[in-house]
């Protein structure tokens, strides 16, 4: 036997003439992690790219005065908003004039719609007489177009942020009322029968048993009305307000201004992206024990 095979290990030729050390698998290699996330990112992505390519063509073709091309409309959105100074966040003074004020309404009356409707919705859920009264006003006040609502802010509250706030939280409340009253009466009997072996409180029954199996529900209800406020906060803008996405909407739809009022649809968009996208980010958190027993199960 020679020195060679004594200190080397066997060499297999069998692939192409390559030398390949027995034992040593020739398998697939192993990318960087960060590769796998560029991947998955190009791919989500990839829809809107071809949205906006299409949307591109079609508009430099038809020359249309109502539908100008994406590279306009996005210039003009950074000149509006984009195009302050780095020490600013690259934002200027009509982000803060626009975006700003309106992204405050939209999420004050979100969280305020979505408090009064939590509380109603665990206690009518926990009492079944309670949800028998409230079931026909809650239907005739859901069922009413918020627009139609509108007028009676206004004589109460007059043209203010109380006006629009309360008229946000009006149209919020519902969804996560309904949803909170599903979620109460989804918890599992045994659950309730446990609480009363132990001798719970109804304050830890609420706390530890009750909310935490009906959160999931709350989430859903919270993620629908956190695009119903964005609406709300714009219907609520165009009516005797001086500043907001609403305001500016409506008054580039007046002054035929096509293209400043498509940048003002393409912020509200994109605002409302990353709302969403925040939300989801909340609930992974909140809800991972969920998730986990949900996998589990």
Known sequence: MSEQTINSAPIDHSAEGAAVPIGHAAGPREHPRWMGVAGRALVRIAPAVLVVLLWQWVTVRAQSPFFPPPVEIIGRAREL???????????????????????????GGWLLGAFVGIAVGLVAGQWARAAGYLDPPVNFLRSLPKPAIVPVFLLVFGASDVMRIGLIAFGCIWPVLLNTLQGVRAVPPAYHETARAFHLSMRTRFLHIIIPAALPKIAAGMRVTLSLSLILMVLSEWLLSDNGLGHFLINAQRGFDVVDMWAAIVLLGLIGYLLNVGFLAVEARVLAWHRNISAQG
Request: charged share 10%.
């Open 81 to 107: 908003w984009f195009s302050g100074p780095i020490a600013h966040g690259l934002l200027t003074d009509a982000f803060w004039a626009d975006a700003v004020p309106s992204v405050a309404r939209a999420i």
